[in-house]
């Protein structure tokens, strides 16, 4: 993407010049080898300042890099005293993270015996005035691997979703647009749903893949078949829609379920998942003879 790359050059080339930072980085999916990039992906862009205030409290700088659309500001306070962050949407649309640091905020990061997640997803050294990078361990990049599960975690997942699920069948018949799919779509899919496709490609592939955030690959590691099932959980506001939707995930995440607990050997309650279906379907108009 030209405006981006013409947006990264400018702020390279004011790092350098600019005695206030003292390091720069680059980090997130543009310096990971795992993560897929587009037109569209961010610059995540970590500055380091002998005193980082006066880049808090004034947003002319940003204004060097173009015209803003919007800006997202969020203190130390919302990152345990290590950093603050500014988020910039620029109007020709490129996105840049701004996290912004202290020298000794940084510094302690740096030495920290565990190299943070965010570096281990990967970072590139833009800018290093004072040689802090040098203890910079190098990334692994297995932040953003998919991570076995142990058999707690698994147990758990599965013994919440067969719990949250049973609320659907009355959100259904009352007609709940909107509880059904703060139910769908913020809990069940996000909390259950989603860890479980991730733990089903993960045992198929020897635990040494990512799927990104929320699902951006899974198509690449599903069968045709398999995308076109999960296509089949989404729905708009039909009410028959939704019943044939939710009814198709409870069967996908017994299915993946099954299976995964196959693979590493835990317990899977079968009996409690047949049961739910069951009661779903009691009041289901679209398995009605």
């Not at 500001?73 to 109007?91: N, S």
């Not at 009661?279 to 398995?287: E, M, Q, R, S």
Request: hydrophobic residues 40%; proline residues 3%.
């Amino acid at each position: 993407m030209k405006a981006r790359d013409e947006k990264f050059a400018a702020i390279k080339a004011w790092t350098r010049r600019n005695d206030d930072i003292r390091v720069a980085l680059l980090t997130s999916s543009l310096v990971n080898p795992l993560a897929p990039v587009d037109d569209f992906s961010d610059l995540d862009i970590e500055l380091v300042f002998l005193d980082p205030a006066p880049y808090l409290e004034s947003k002319d700088w940003i204004n060097l890099f173009g015209d803003p659309l919007n800006i997202y500001e969020e203190g130390i306070e919302a990152f345990d005293g290590k950093h603050a962050m500014k988020m910039v949407q620029y109007w020709d649309g490129v996105k840049v993270d701004f996290k912004i640091y202290s020298l000794e905020q940084f510094k302690a990061e740096v030495l920290a015996d565990d190299l943070p997640e965010d570096w281990d997803i990967g970072y590139e050294i833009l800018i290093d005035k004072e040689g802090i990078t040098i203890h910079l361990y190098l990334a692994s990049y297995e932040a953003s691997i998919i991570k076995q599960p142990d058999e707690e975690v698994f147990e758990k997942i599965v013994a919440d979703f067969f719990w949250d699920v049973t609320y659907l069948p009355k959100c259904l018949v009352r007609g709940d647009l909107f509880y059904l799919k703060f139910m769908v779509e913020k809990i069940i899919r996000v909390e259950y749903f989603i860890p479980m496709i991730e733990w089903y490609i993960g045992s198929r592939n020897q635990w040494d893949v990512t799927t990104n955030k929320y699902g951006r690959l899974f198509k690449k590691y599903l069968s045709t078949a398999e995308w076109e099932e999960l296509e089949s959980t989404f729905a708009g506001a039909d009410m028959d829609e939704n019943w044939v939707a939710c009814g198709n995930m409870i069967d996908i995440f017994d299915r993946m379920a099954q299976a995964v607990s196959k693979v590493q050997g835990y317990f899977y309650d079968q009996d409690k998942a047949k049961a739910t279906k069951e009661f779903f379907n009691i009041h289901n108009p679209t398995k009605q003879s």
